[in-house]
């Protein structure tokens, strides 16, 4: 009778021990040369100055505009759009950044508030915001 011979199953680990610890000079190596990412924070005592109070543009539920200068603390003035292009761009030139919100009434059309931000750009203003108001 014949014997029959069962196969020994064994795994040789010593080339994967090889491998790691290669791995692990490698990183021990290059782990010096890498520079953390450093965020600088602001301090509060840093700030140069105080953010410029913006200017308003005001729409109306009738379609009027307008115009409000916090910073001067210049009460509202009605403007048509075509004064309204003209004093934004005038205000714009004597502080170009300060930025402008448009503060439009929630019965006015989207299109509207856009043709107004339009009207902002071509007079080369890139600080525009949307002013929104809590419901009371």
């Known amino acids: 009778m014949a014997r029959t011979r069962k196969q020994v199953a064994q795994i040789n680990v010593v080339p994967m021990i090889d491998v790691m610890l290669v791995l692990l000079v490698i990183f021990m190596v290059t782990a010096p040369f890498i520079n953390p990412a450093q965020v600088e924070l602001p301090s509060v005592g840093k700030t140069s100055q105080t953010p410029a109070q913006p200017l308003e543009v005001i729409i109306k539920a ?72 809590p419901a009371p």
């Open 62 to 133: 009738s379609g009027d505009y307008l115009l409000k200068n916090r910073a001067t603390g210049e009460t509202e003035r009605g403007v048509t759009q075509r004064e309204l292009a003209a004093a934004l761009a005038e205000l714009h030139r004597t502080a170009p950044d300060q930025p402008v919100v448009i503060a439009a009434d929630k019965s006015v059309r989207y299109e509207e508030v856009m043709h107004t931000m339009t009207l902002l750009q071509k007079a080369q203003i890139t600080r525009i915001g949307l002013l929104a108001r």
